[in-house]
T-cell receptor
Framework: GAVVSQHPSRVICKSGTSVKIECRSLDFQATTMFWYRQFPKKSLMLMAT?????????EQGVEKDKFLINHASLTLSTLTVTSAHPEDSSFYIC??????????FGSGTRLTVV | AQSVTQLDSHVSVSEGTPVLLRCNYSSSYSPSLFWYVQHPNKGLQLLLK??????LVKGINGFEAEFKKSETSFHLTKPSAHMSDAAEYFCVVSESQAGTALIFGKGTTLSVSS
């Protein structure tokens, strides 16, 4: 079945530094990838939608300069949290989509900013 | 725009009794509907999905859901709860087009007591 690999699963970083999260589709080409954020005991909030080779579309209220999304190939999308602060601490989950494969989620990344 | 409303934030049942998790949706187009489960500190697992085929959808672990267009509902049921069913459940909607994001409900916490 379709598999999406997300790394790292956990990361702790210092306030002011940047963190990159990778999302790879292992056995299919993901024309579209989605990035979600989940606060503790809350639902998943869509942050942005990215299509290979084009700029990501961000949801209202999501700072595009803080959350940089790159979808350079059909199998890789990255989310970079720039100048991270404690309020950016959260669970980030990617999802890849392609016709015929439906939606496949990564296992998530727990980011803690100290 | 599509959305989902999970009518109960928390449902408590005894082991061996039926489970009902309620979900209403709103969509301008023919929607795809999903139920996902998330165990503590874990990723998302797809329970079942409706994509305009049979209105009664059977999923994994004995769960099923019925799509009722007249009621705009997609309630999740299970005849007999198991302790391992205790988790967070999300009702999710998407327009039936490739490349559109999944929109999550706020979630329902299912507790199962012995």
């Amino acid at each position: 079945g379709a598999v999406v690999s997300q790394h790292p699963s956990r990361v702790i970083c210092k306030s002011g530094t940047s963190v990159k999260i990778e999302c790879r589709s292992l056995d299919f080409q993901a024309t579209t990838m989605f990035w979600y954020r989940q606060f503790p005991k809350k639902s998943l909030m869509l942050m942005a939608t990215s299509n290979e080779g084009s700029k990501a579309t961000y949801e209202q209220g999501v700072e595009k300069d803080k959350f940089l999304i790159n979808h350079a190939s059909l199998t890789l999308s990255t989310l970079t949290v720039t100048s991270a602060h404690p309020e950016d601490s959260s669970f980030y989950i990617c999802s890849a989509s392609q016709t015929g494969y439906g939606y496949t989620f990564g296992s998530g990344t727990r980011l803690t900013v100290v | 725009a599509q959305s989902v409303t999970q009518l109960d934030s928390h449902v408590s049942v005894s082991e061996g009794t039926p489970v009902l998790l309620r979900c209403n949706y709103s969509s301008s187009y023919s929607p795809s509907l999903f139920w996902y489960v998330q165990h503590p500190n874990k990723g998302l697992q797809l329970l079942l999905k409706y994509t305009s085929a049979a209105t009664l959808v059977k999923g994994i672990n004995g769960f099923e859901a019925e799509f009722k267009k007249s009621e705009t509902s997609f309630h999740l049921t299970k005849p007999s709860a198991h302790m391992s069913d205790a988790a967070e459940y999300f009702c999710v909607v998407s327009e039936s087009q490739a490349g559109t994001a999944l929109i999550f409900g706020k979630g329902t916490t299912l507790s199962v007591s012995s």
